[in-house]
């Protein structure tokens, strides 16, 4: 993947830093050398912590650093488990740290604050368990359930700064540092929590079409009523309906037609509770805001050969590529696979698309079995080195990943967004 900085490379930098900086660190009264790990453990959560919450603000800065925003939200599940894990050795450790001392007869003052740190870690694990199951529900009460994650953070927080046994806000290279990565942490949860959606939702549309352009999906029309969201072919970005007569909450969608001036559009396929009732109750007229644009979904970073899947309303980033008009320099085989004649949206858009380099293949999968890399190799020239990009139900992207995998492709990218709750 092409990015300028990695945000894996600027995770390990901070952690190399924090481990740096607290091997001059000096407590201000006797403790045990697994006391003084154990603190260190705690630091490594903090700044686990800080990237966790500044991924949850959406910042733009996120798809340079993850190569798209979806993908920060891989980085955000495996950070939540890293912290998991790293406030569970430390509340151990800091344990035996202590035994360690009495030992020694070191004398421990009373620490009132200690509790908060044991608060802070069964809140975080009741949370991570209520998230894992609500992971199976739907991304509104997945998203309900992540703001209280402020909770054991706000607990965290408390605990280090009234249990360290450094001074942690004097001039100490290690106690500045964690102080920036605790302000940063901070100020990322208030915004996510409390001033991401009154803030963020800066570009105002008004609804002047409704469409159904298949079953169970609908296409939305709206025209600028102020400024304009800039936005590449490919990109997505979170709709918010402003009337909310059906409690549809903010949502994340492929942006589905090429840059228009005034004009932006989405294409939602019906799925959840409340799209279906958004289909039923959103009016011409009505307005709606977005945040945005993210994503890197762009086949023009790609190899000159190209096959683009799409599977059901996975159809509405390549749509988006196609109105853009394909470059001359590249070569790309569109298939295009759809349950049923019913469901296929812009099929005859698609046809009429159709041009020397951007060939389209339709596939009704009632009619023709599901679509097969056995079915791509009779279209395109195996021997090519060609980059794929898909966008559609994760099963069908695994099942295909897996007949590359094995077939006489020669794929040099499997290119594909993370967001399952789009």
Known sequence: MRRSISGKLVI???MIITWGLWLFVEPIREISTMSGYSQLIAAFALVVFAFINFIS?????????????????????YLSICALALAVIHNITISMGKKIERANGIKIPKD?????????????IILILIALVAKKLNYEKWKTIHKFMIIPYAFGIYHYYGSATY????????????NLINIIGIISAIYSVFLYEKISFKYKYKVKKLDIVANGTFEITGDSNGKEIKFKPGQFAFLKILNNENGFVSHPFTISEAPKSGELQFTIKALGDHTKELLNTLKIGDEFVVSGPHGKFNYKTGVKNQIWIAGGIG????????????????????????????????????????????????????????????????????????????????????????QFKDSNFNIINFNYEHFQFK
């Not at 009132?112 to 975080?124: H, R």
């Open 167 to 178: 001074a942690v806000f004097s001039l100490e290279p290690f106690c500045i540092w964690l």
């Open 315 to 402: 159809i509405t980033p390549f749509r988006s590529f196609a109105q853009s008009g394909v470059g001359e320099e590249f070569s790309v085989d569109l298939f295009y696979a759809y349950n049923n004649e019913a469901e296929g949206a812009y099929k005859e858009e698609l046809q009429l698309l159709n041009s020397n380099n951007l060939r389209v293949h339709l596939f009704n999968s009632k009619e023709k079995g599901f679509l097969s890399v056995n079915e791509i190799s009779k279209l395109v020239n195996i021997k090519d080195s060609v980059d794929v990009y898909f966008c559609g139900p994760a099963p069908m992207r695994e099942n295909l990943k897996k």
């Open 12 to 14: 390990f930098i901070s």
């Open 112 to 124: 009132p604050y200690a509790m908060y740190g044991t608060f802070s870690m069964y809140i975080f």
């Open 57 to 77: 603000t959406r910042h733009k800065i996120l798809d340079g650093l993850f190569d798209g925003l979806d993908k920060s939200y891989i980085y955000h599940k």
